[in-house]
C-alpha cells in the first residue's frame, strides 16, 4: 500500500528511504533548484517515487548526508526515470560526480512514440493520464523555509504522475520493438562529459560570429576566460561578459582599456575594472597562440539552387516519414542532417545509419539521386518511383 507523502531531512530517515525505493524496478526522481544568479544550480528539493513509496528530500537540511541517495542512484537494478533530465542531471554531476544509472528520459521516450517534440511534462501527463496538473506553484522561491503544503504537493507531483507516464511509454516502445531507438539519446545523457564544461571548450557552446581566424583565436581565449572565472565566482557567464559583448571584442581586438572601452557592447566601468584586464590579457594570450592549434574556421559555401532544392523536399520527405512511423522528426534528422544530405556530405550523418537510415535515410538518398518523387494522394505525402528509375531497372535486368 502506498505510504503517505514524507519530508526527509534527516540522514538514518534518508538511508532507510533510500533502501524502501531500492526494492522497485525504477524509480522516478526531480529536483527544484535556483541558478538565476548563480554559476552552479543551488539544490533546494530532491522529489522521489516508485510504486509504493514517495518522499521530498530537503538537501538544505542543516547535515543532511545525500550519500545515500547517490547510492540509490547507482544502483544498477533501479531504473532512474526522468523528464526532461539533462538539468536535475547535471546538479548531481556537480554534486556527486556521476550520473544516475540506468536512464528514462519520458521526454525523448515520448519522441519515440509520436508524442511531438520536447512535449512538456504537463501535457504529457494530459495525454497519458487525462490529469490536469496545477502549476500554480511553478515559480516559487523553492530555497526559502517553510514551504507550504501546497508547494510541497506541486513538487511531489513531478514524480507521482511520472510513474504512470513511464510504464504507459516503457509498455509502448517495448510493444513496437523501439528500444534501441533510445540508445544513442541516453547515451548521451548518461555520459558525464555532457555536463562538464571544461573552460578551454567553453567556445563550442558559442556561435561562431568571427570573421577570421584571429578573431577565432580570440574568441576561445575569452570565453575560457570567461567560462573559468564564473565557475570560480559561481556567477552567470552573462553577469561577467554577455555573449555579444563576447563577439565584439573578438573581432575588434582590442590593444587598450581606451580601445575596449569605446566598444559599444563593453561598459566603460567595465574596461577599466579587473574584468577589463582580464579580458585583455585573454586577447595577449590570443596573440601569442600557435595558429596550429586552432580549430578550422567553417566557412559554409552558398547553396546551390539544387540542393536548396533538394533540402526542400528532404524537409518534406523528414515529416512525412516521421508521421507514417509516429515519431517526432528532431529524432530522425535535424536541420544539418538534411544540409549535408541535400549537399552530397553523407560522412557521419546520423540520419544515415542505423534505424533512421530505415526509416528516412535510405528515402532521402533515393530522393536526391533522383529515383523517387513525392506526391499527395488524400492529403497524404506518398512517395513514388520515378521513370528514370524503372528504366534504369529495365535495363538492368536485360543486361
Known amino acids: 500500500m502506498r505510504q503517505s507523502m514524507r519530508v526527509i531531512s534527516d540522514t538514518q530517515d534518508l538511508q532507510q528511504a533510500c533502501q524502501d525505493l531500492a526494492g522497485g524496478d525504477f524509480v522516478t526522481v526531480d529536483t527544484e533548484f535556483l541558478r538565476e544568479t548563480t554559476y552552479w544550480p543551488e539544490l533546494c528539493l530532491i522529489q522521489v517515487a516508485n510504486l509504493d513509496h514517495e518522499l521530498i528530500i530537503d538537501p538544505m537540511s542543516n547535515g543532511l548526508d545525500l550519500t545515500p541517495f547517490f547510492e540509490l542512484m547507482a544502483d544498477p537494478s533501479v531504473v532512474k526515470v526522468f523528464h526532461a533530465a539533462r538539468q536535475d542531471i547535471e546538479i548531481f554531476v556537480a554534486k556527486s560526480g556521476n550520473v544516475p544509472t540506468p536512464l528514462f528520459d ?66 509502448e516502445i517495448d510493444e513496437a520493438n523501439r528500444a534501441d531507438w533510445l540508445d544513442e539519446e541516453m547515451a548521451t545523457l548518461s555520459n558525464v562529459a555532457t555536463y562538464i564544461t571544461e573552460p578551454a571548450d567553453a567556445w563550442r557552446r558559442l556561435k561562431l560570429r568571427v570573421k577570421d581566424r584571429k578573431a577565432l583565436a580570440n574568441l576561445i581565449e575569452l570565453a575560457a576566460w570567461r567560462e573559468d572565472a ?45 574584468r577589463g584586464r582580464d579580458i585583455l590579457a585573454s586577447l595577449k594570450r590570443a596573440k601569442d597562440r600557435d595558429p596550429s592549434t586552432l580549430p578550422p574556421l567553417p566557412r559554409g559555401k552558398p547553396p546551390t539552387a539544387e540542393s536548396q532544392a533538394t533540402l526542400e523536399l528532404l524537409k518534406v520527405l ?82
Open 318 to 399: 523528414l515529416k512525412s516519414c516521421a508521421a507514417r512511423n509516429r515519431v517526432a522528426t528532431k529524432l530522425i534528422a535535424n536541420n544539418q542532417d538534411l544540409e549535408n544530405i541535400a549537399s552530397g556530405r553523407d560522412d557521419g550523418v546520423a540520419a544515415l545509419t542505423g534505424w533512421r537510415h530505415k526509416l528516412f535515410g535510405q528515402y532521402a538518398l533515393k530522393l536526391r539521386r533522383g529515383e523517387l518523387a513525392l506526391a499527395l494522394n488524400n492529403g497524404e505525402v506518398i512517395t513514388l518511383e520515378t521513370p528514370n528509375k524503372a528504366k534504369a531497372n529495365t535495363k538492368a535486368n536485360a543486361s
Open 106 to 171: 519520458t521526454q525523448i521516450a515520448a519522441m519515440v512514440c509520436g508524442f511531438g517534440e520536447s512535449i512538456s511534462y504537463v501535457n504529457l501527463v494530459k495525454k497519458i493520464s487525462d490529469e490536469n496538473l496545477d502549476k500554480s506553484s511553478r515559480f516559487t522561491d523553492w530555497s526559502q523555509r517553510p514551504l507550504t503544503n501546497k508547494q510541497l504537493t506541486y513538487a511531489l507531483g513531478d514524480v507521482t504522475y511520472l510513474r504512470e507516464v513511464y510504464i504507459a511509454l516503457k509498455a
Open 230 to 274: 564564473a565557475q570560480k565566482q559561481n556567477v552567470p557567464r552573462g553577469r561577467l561578459v554577455k555573449d555579444d559583448a563576447l563577439y565584439d571584442i573578438a573581432n575588434q581586438a582590442p590593444k587598450n582599456v581606451e580601445e575596449l572601452s569605446k566598444l559599444r557592447s563593453v561598459h566603460d566601468g567595465i574596461a577599466r575594472s579587473n
